[in-house]
């Protein structure tokens, strides 16, 4: 294998960034047309699929089949973040940014010192946080 083999297939990356990668690959000048013409509406029933798929290996208890199913839903969602990066709506880092804020926003037990007794009140702090973003949205990151 070549220097432009390992750079096209992303060797040089891990994780997300590498899954990125391949994504554009796929998608680019010399991809595979199955991947360039999926659109997010598209690639939604494939969503739903592999959730689905996920959600069956979770029950059978198989690891590795719980793995590549796992695998399979963050292609599509990386196909997904792909298809909106290039038309301009956000990036790859504002997904995790803002599911970031999100966690540590919900979580002031966690990342803020705030205090609660029960599992009751925890809840209850969760549905008062969570109305409190669907009636005053935060700014994107």
Request: overall charge negative; charged content about 30%; some cysteine.
């Amino acid at each position: 294998m070549d220097k432009t083999d390992t750079l096209l297939r992303g060797e040089h990356l891990k994780g997300f960034d590498r899954l990125l990668h391949i994504v554009a690959v796929l998608r680019g000048e010399s991809g595979c047309p199955w991947d360039k013409r999926q659109s997010p509406t598209s690639l939604k029933k494939y969503l739903l699929e592999e959730c689905q798929e996920l959600a069956e290996a979770i029950d059978k208890g198989e690891e590795s089949e719980i793995r590549d199913e796992i695998g399979d839903v963050f292609f599509i969602l990386a196909m997904l973040t792909t298809l909106l990066s290039e038309q301009q709506k956000f990036t790859a880092d504002d997904v995790f940014e803002s599911i970031v804020a999100k966690m540590i926003r919900r979580h002031p037990h966690v990342f803020a010192g705030v205090q609660y007794t029960d599992e009751q009140e925890l809840r209850a702090q969760w549905a008062r946080i969570k109305l409190q973003e669907k009636q005053s949205p935060p700014a994107l990151p």
